[in-house]
Every structure is written in structure tokens, then in C-alpha cells.
């Protein structure tokens, strides 16, 4: 009987292991490249220096507010700092901020327009979105206390990480930005976007929009005619109230699209995406936090909210600018709720 050298059978062992380690090792490096590849079409934000106090009062332009609102002075509000902290590296939340900012050609500095706090708890399998009113009276370190879209021209996505910090408790574990050009392309990126409009609505985009010709109900939207949408103040009297929610009904309908897509459609989505949008993110957390929501966006439920909640404010004229003053205490139970905090 021919028996086969034990040596045989080791180099055939050997380069069984070798062929798979190589193959491996083959899939590590294309699936590295193909990463690499993908996260350099992200933009990162500019290292932008702070402004000075007097450069932000002149860059923060007051604005009016309703008629009978009192005016109050600044040393009449008191801060407690939170007594809680939401999110961070002992929490299981995944707090990214989305930031709308309305950068005019030219424009170096401008206020961030809408702020959406978008919080992943993977314990409940929720996704809440809470929009924050840009006229919120806050904390703003190093400033005088102004309306909190003061913090993002003062020093961008920094500051107004620590205004949220220092006011909720909020920690941010990243931003990302788009510019109105942007949002629009990004919507038309993803085949539209579909509403259920009023009929007040729809008037008001086919009057901004050329060629548009939406009627009241469910509607396929385009990018500018979803901008518009969004942006749309005058119709309602509570303003940016009515504005934020439509911001949120606008990513909600999005989500909800793409809850049942595959992972392939996902990924080429996300390239086409990924240009259009500035971020801090570290390539690493966006892998990690994809691959913590990814598995669970078919049975994430959605939930959507805004701060300051209603009779949790007060309409002010401070320094002659038209603020909301929350009541930070029930503000704060109210995220600490809403968010899962325990």
C-alpha cells in the first residue's frame, strides 16, 4: 500500500491555509480601498476660527417677534447646568446633528438655519428626530447668551456641539451639514421625495418653483419643489413651529422610502450622496454607526419632536431680538424621555 510522507500532507495543509489567508486578506484590501474610496467624496468642515463678540452682534441682526412679547433683560434668565448627560461613551445613543445652514455665495459666515438632532437608541429600536428651534434663548460659551443658531456662526460645528452640551446635555458624536443647494440635489439623488401636501402648500411651490403644478394631497416631490416646501414659513401662525415640522415630515418620508432597500442599492445610493455633504464624522464611526442602524432601519420606528415643546416657552424680546426662553428643567425631562435616557 502507497502511504503518502506526512510531509506531504503538511505542505498540502500549509498551502490550503495559505490560499485562504491570501483570499482574505485580498477581500480586507478591496473592501479597504472600496472605503477608502468611498469616504474620501465626503467633505470635512473648515477649521474656522471664532468670532469675536462684536463680530457676531454684527453678524446676529435682530429680528422682530410677535408684538405683545415683553422684553425682558438678559440677567432676568437663569441657567442651571443639566444634571444629566445624553449620549457619549457610556451611553448606547447615537446623537448625530443635521445642520441646514443658508452659506450665500461670498458668504463666509452665516447662521445655521435648522438644527435636527437625529438620536439612534438601539435598545428600543427608535429614531427620534427633534428639531431645535433657532430662536432658543441659550448658554453660548465664551458669548453672551444669544439665540442658538448664534453658536454655529461664532464657531461652527464645535460651539454648537458645546451650546448643547452645556444647555441639555446633549453630547453630539457628529455633524453633518448641507447647504440648501445641496439638500435639493440630494432629494432628486433619491428619486423625490412623497408628501401628502395641502392645498395652501401646494400653491406656494408652484408660485416659487417654475413649471411646478402640484395639487393638494399625496405628491411626488423634486428637489427645489421639497426645498421650498421645507422652508415655507407665512402660511401658518406659528412660523418656524409649522417650518421644523415640515423639515422632519421631509426625512421621515425618506426614511420610511428606504427602510426596505437592500445594501447594494444602499451603497450606490450613498455615493452619489456622500459629495453633497460635509460631516466630522471619523471614517471609522460611519462604518460603526452603519453597521449598528443599518440591520435594524426595517423595524426602526420613527419618532419626531421639536424643542422647545408647546407651554414649555415663552416669546421675548431680548437686546431687541426676538427669542423663545424655554423652560429648560421640563425641556430637559422632556429629551431625557423622549431619548431613553435611563
Same mark, same amino acid.
Given at each position: 500500500?502507497?502511504? !503518502? ?16 489567508? +491570501? ?10 480601498? $472600496? ?43 437663569? $441657567? ?11 451611553? !448606547? ?15 463666509? #459666515? ?8 437625529? @438620536?439612534? =437608541?438601539?435598545? =428600543? ?20 447668551? %444669544?439665540?442658538? =443658531? ?15 452640551? !452645556? %444647555? ?6 457628529? =455633524? ?8 435639493? *440635489? ?12 395641502? +392645498? ?5 411651490? %408652484? ?8 395639487? +393638494? ?26 417650518? @421644523?415640522?415640515?423639515? #422632519? !415630515? ?5 426614511? *420610511?422610502?428606504?427602510? %426596505? ?70 425641556? #430637559? ?10
Amino acid at each position: 500500500m502507497n502511504r !503518502k510522507n506526512p510531509s506531504s500532507y503538511r505542505r498540502a495543509l500549509m498551502s490550503l491555509i495559505c490560499i485562504f489567508t +491570501a483570499g482574505i486578506l485580498t477581500g480586507l484590501l478591496a473592501t479597504t480601498m $472600496f472605503f477608502q474610496d468611498f469616504m474620501a467624496a465626503i467633505q470635512a468642515p473648515p477649521q474656522e476660527e471664532q468670532l469675536t463678540q462684536q463680530e457676531l452682534d454684527q453678524l446676529m441682526a435682530p429680528e422682530k417677534g410677535p408684538a405683545d412679547a415683553p422684553t425682558m433683560r438678559p440677567e432676568d434668565v437663569t $441657567f442651571a447646568p443639566p444634571e444629566i448627560q445624553i449620549g457619549g461613551d457610556d451611553s !448606547k445613543l447615537i446623537n448625530i446633528l443635521l445642520i441646514g445652514q443658508d452659506r450665500r455665495p461670498g458668504e463666509e #459666515r452665516t447662521r445655521s438655519d435648522s438644527m435636527i438632532l437625529c @438620536t439612534v =437608541n438601539p435598545g =428600543n429600536q427608535t429614531l427620534t428626530l427633534t428639531s431645535i428651534l433657532r430662536d432658543l434663548y441659550v448658554q453660548i460659551p465664551g458669548y453672551e447668551d %444669544n439665540r442658538i =443658531n448664534a453658536a454655529y456662526a461664532a464657531g461652527g460645528m464645535p460651539l454648537l456641539d458645546e451650546t448643547l452640551m !452645556k %444647555n441639555f446635555g446633549i453630547h453630539v458624536d457628529g =455633524n453633518v451639514e448641507v447647504d440648501f443647494g445641496q439638500f435639493a *440635489k440630494i432629494i432628486d439623488l433619491m428619486g423625490g421625495v412623497t408628501l401628502e401636501i395641502r +392645498a395652501d402648500e401646494a400653491k406656494e411651490i %408652484n408660485r416659487l418653483v417654475w413649471g411646478s403644478s402640484l395639487t +393638494a394631497g399625496v405628491q411626488t416631490l423634486n428637489g427645489e419643489q421639497a426645498l421650498v416646501y421645507a422652508r415655507i414659513r407665512k402660511l401658518d401662525k406659528d412660523s418656524d413651529f409649522s417650518r @421644523t415640522q415640515r423639515q #422632519r !415630515k421631509v426625512l421621515t418620508a425618506l426614511l *420610511k422610502q428606504y427602510k %426596505n432597500v437592500d445594501f447594494s442599492t444602499l451603497t450606490a445610493l450613498y455615493q452619489e450622496i456622500l459629495p453633497n455633504i460635509t460631516t466630522d464624522l471619523t471614517q471609522y464611526q460611519i462604518v460603526s454607526y452603519g453597521l449598528t442602524v443599518l440591520p435594524m432601519l426595517k423595524d426602526m420606528k420613527l419618532i419626531s419632536q421639536r424643542i422647545p415643546a408647546e407651554e414649555y416657552y415663552e416669546d421675548r424680546t431680548i437686546r431687541g431680538m426676538a427669542v423663545l426662553v424655554a423652560d429648560m428643567e421640563k425641556t #430637559r425631562e422632556l429629551l431625557k424621555t423622549s431619548l431613553g435616557v435611563s
